[in-house]
């Protein structure tokens, strides 16, 4: 049985949190719930509002915690806040949930005002013979569009100003243990998680940046994928998938459409590469690759040819015309050695605000009250 103070009913296996909040932030109290829940096997159902958004820190423990967000239409009835899809009641969010899949309902609203965005997840290996330097690859990342991280945390809100010795600090504090944490700016939200695993750092990022509209800065690309090159001079990427979508300008989450994101890249560490079939025509249609980690590409060279055949190389894999250049690269991978590199779980290249593997711990940084 789960007590706790911000359970407003109890249906069946799930347990209801209502919030007449406009923004439904991650607290501590919010996050001890979804923990404590999660360990006796229980589903946490948020019931909100239509009007009312969560922020991505909780869209990401939402997902972490197989949790639910549940949206009352003016009506009564509910859907998915995520999905859009109509729910008959609570217990859906349990039997067929968390996360609703099928039609959206007309209620689910498609966002009449949205902005461009890139999302970035990456899965990151620490040199063993390297200092471990957490929010390294989010720099890089963000310094190419001009936005950078101002405030982390380990629940909300954020006031903690951004400092990446401290959150590596904070994860070396949680070793061996799951570290998980958020980092937030202007045009810029982030999960970051780090874990030990056989003496090595892992490091999980999800980041979504607010870029220019498309055809308004047209070296974006280029200079996104120049950034992944350098992550990689100092870290080993395992995969990463790097995507185009619309999102609302304060990256917070609400109960709308958006549209289907699209694939732009994916990024393949040196022991992933080994599971492509690379037999016939290679690079797959409608795909460019260029090298990084080699011997001869340590140094940032680009290549367009497909060589990489070097086995302490890696490769970044653009795609001119998305979800089928994706499909066509995807059936190049060896599928079930891939799944056991990558945890069994690799980044799924729809998500939103989610990672590999998140976690939220009882020890946590957080700042104080009234924060924006």
Same mark, same amino acid.
């Given at each position: ?54 922020? *991505? ?11 639910? +967000?549940?949206?009352?239409? !003016? ?17 859906? @969010? ?10 959206? $309902? *007309?209620? =689910?609203?498609?966002?009449?005002? $949205? ?6 997840? /990456? ?38 100003? +951004?400092?990446? +010795?401290?959150? %590596? ?18 045009? !810029? ?16 990022? $999800?980041?979504?940046? %607010? ?8 070296? /974006? ?40 994101? $699209?694939? /732009? ?9 080994? !599971? ?5 025509? +290679? ?35 653009? @795609? ?8 066509? @690269? ?7 050695? @891939?799944?056991? /590199?990558?945890?069994?779980? *690799? ?21 104080? =009250?009234?924060?924006?």
């Amino acid at each position: 049985m789960v007590r706790h103070p911000l359970i407003d009913d109890v249906v069946g296996p799930a347990i209801v949190v209502e919030s007449a909040s406009p923004v439904v932030w991650l607290t501590d109290a919010l996050a001890s719930l979804l923990r404590r829940s999660a360990d006796a096997g229980r589903t946490v159902v948020l019931r909100t509002g239509r009007e009312s958004a969560i922020t *991505p820190a909780l869209r990401h423990a939402l997902g972490a915690y197989g949790a639910a +967000w549940a949206v009352a239409d !003016f009506d009564g009835t509910l859907r998915d806040g995520r999905t859009g899809v109509a729910a008959s009641g609570i217990e859906d @969010f349990v039997h067929r949930g968390p996360e609703l899949v099928g039609t959206p $309902s *007309p209620e =689910h609203p498609v966002s009449a005002d $949205s902005v461009r965005q890139i999302s970035i997840d /990456l899965t990151l290996r620490h040199h063993a013979e390297r200092a471990v330097d957490m929010g390294s690859a989010i720099e890089a990342l963000c310094h190419t569009v001009g936005t950078c991280p101002t405030r982390w945390g380990t629940a909300e809100p954020l006031t903690v100003p +951004w400092d990446r +010795w401290v959150v %590596t600090q904070y994860a070396k504090h949680e070793a061996p243990g799951v570290s998980t944490s958020y980092a937030v700016g202007e045009g !810029f939200s982030a999960t970051m998680t780090a874990h030990l695993v056989g003496g090595v750092v892992v490091e999980t990022m $999800s980041a979504v940046l %607010t870029v220019p509209e498309e055809n308004t800065d047209p070296e /974006l690309a280029n200079r996104l994928f120049d950034a992944v090159q350098q992550v990689a001079d100092q870290v080993v990427p395992v995969f990463g998938v790097v995507m185009q979508r619309r999102g609302d300008a304060d990256h917070l989450v609400r109960a709308v459409s958006h549209g289907e994101p $699209s694939p /732009l890249a994916v990024v393949i560490g040196p022991e992933a590469s080994e !599971f492509l079939d690379r037999d016939g025509v +290679w690079p797959p249609p409608r795909t460019t690759t260029a090298t990084f980690g080699t011997r001869s590409g340590a140094d940032g060279d680009r290549s367009e040819d497909g060589d990489t055949d070097s086995a302490d190389g890696g490769m970044i894999v653009r @795609f001119e015309d998305g979800w089928e250049a994706l499909e066509s @690269f995807l059936d190049r991978i060896d599928e079930d050695r @891939f799944l056991q /590199l990558v945890g069994g779980a *690799p980044l799924d290249p729809a998500h939103d605000e989610g990672t590999l593997d998140g976690h939220v711990r009882d020890t946590r940084v957080t700042g104080g =009250h009234g924060a924006p």
